[in-house]
């Protein structure tokens, strides 16, 4: 089964409520907490890394005030309480591991049964990516987002034996961008009223001239 692979990326899981997908006793447990160690206790020891994808909250969904937040309903069946059984099992396997905790996904392929697929929620505006240690962050991960940091999790030497949480966030713009941007309007704003003056002095339209020079040349 193994032969001859070095890397591997587990991303498996089920829905974390009763679903269709519980069919054949593919619960939390089964899948999250038995999948995992069966598939890691079949691994040969030459696998050189080991990338598990996991969740946000699987340290702290019985605790205050998590508990009274979202990862209280989100393992209301147990499945953050088996990811971090399985987090545990890959962490003592002797296997090269990184773990990526991404938030609440985002963005297709939409095959869970929550209000993210029902909507068809995606990244928007989120474009940008916080990363954290600690299970301290919470919010949604775009899947492109949580497919890329695996890829990267797998060449970058120094995450190894680290666990990550991402969550995709708003794009902020440093303050040397912002008073770059602000600078160029004002250039811009002046550079428009420069040329409404040119014209009413000169009595020419300025500006209709200067279209003529800078439309775009058919083909």
Same mark, same amino acid.
């Given at each position: 089964? @193994?032969?001859?692979? #070095? &890397? ?18 593919? #619960?939390?447990?089964? %899948?999250?907490? +038995?999948?995992? !160690?069966?598939?890691?206790?079949? $691994? ?13 909250? %699987? ?7 998590? !508990? ?16 971090? $059984?399985?987090? +545990?099992?890959?962490?003592?396997? =002797?296997?090269p591991f990184t773990i990526? !905790? ?5 963005? =297709?392929?939409? #095959? ?6 029902? %909507? ?7 474009? *940008? ?11 949604? *991960?775009?899947?492109?987002? %949580? ?19 991402i969550s995709s966030v708003?794009?902020?713009? &440093? *303050?040397?961008?912002? $008073? ?8 811009? /704003?002046?550079? @428009? ?8 002095? /000169?009595?020419?339209? @300025? ?5 003529? /020079? ?6």
């Amino acid at each position: 089964m @193994f032969e001859g692979v #070095t &890397h591997v990326i587990c991303t498996t899981g089920t829905t974390a409520f009763p679903s269709k997908r519980w069919d054949g006793d593919n #619960t939390p447990e089964r %899948v999250d907490w +038995d999948g995992v !160690r069966n598939f890691v206790s079949a $691994m040969p020891q030459t696998v050189k890394r080991l990338v598990l994808v996991s969740s946000i909250g %699987v340290t702290k969904y019985n605790e205050i005030p998590w !508990r009274l937040r979202i990862c209280s309903i989100m393992n209301l069946f147990g499945v953050l309480k088996y990811k971090k $059984m399985a987090e +545990d099992f890959v962490r003592n396997s =002797g296997i090269p591991f990184t773990i990526i !905790r991404p938030g609440r996904l985002t963005d =297709g392929p939409y #095959t869970s049964y929550d209000l993210n697929t029902l %909507v068809k929620a995606t990244a928007g505006e989120r474009r *940008a990516v916080e990363i954290g240690q600690g299970d301290k962050l919470v919010g949604e *991960a775009s899947r492109l987002v %949580v497919a890329e940091a695996c890829i990267q999790a797998l060449d970058i030497e120094s995450t190894q034996g680290k666990i990550y949480e991402i969550s995709s966030v708003k794009v902020l713009m &440093h *303050a040397s961008d912002v $008073m770059l941007t602000c600078a160029l309007n004002l250039c811009l /704003h002046c550079l @428009f009223i420069f040329i409404l003056l040119f014209s009413w002095t /000169h009595g020419v339209n @300025f500006v209709s001239q200067l279209a003529l /020079h800078i439309r775009p040349c058919s083909k």
